[in-house]
């Protein structure tokens, strides 16, 4: 099992710091909507890894790393991938804080 967070592009990036463990850098994503007054602005998070800056746009899930290396703890997954990859597991506790516990469905494959 392993644990991830949904970015909502947002208003979530306490939960999503405390997660990780640190401050996590954003980038200006979006301001269309903002600047016409019709939404918020949207970043993208960068998280600093040994293989190099990743970047999580708004609808990215970060995942803690289930057997964490160093190099990579916490990494994004696109929504599309994490959908078909990994299922919800009922454990209380994470759906009121916005984190999911999900299995992979496909793991040792």
Do not use: H
């Amino acid at each position: 099992m392993i644990e991830a967070i949904q970015w909502n592009g947002n208003s979530n990036r306490e939960e999503i710091c405390a997660f990780v463990g640190k401050n996590l850098k954003t980038e200006e994503y979006s301001t269309a909507a903002y600047e016409v007054g019709q939404g918020p602005p949207y970043f993208s998070l960068t998280i600093e890894t040994k293989e190099g800056v990743m970047k999580a746009f708004p609808g990215d899930w970060i995942i803690k790393e289930p057997f964490p290396t160093g190099d990579r703890d916490f990494y994004p997954c696109k929504p599309d991938i994490f959908e078909s990859t990994y299922e919800a597991v009922e454990e209380e506790g994470y759906v009121a804080e916005g984190r999911v516990v999900i299995s992979a469905e496909d793991i040792g494959e």
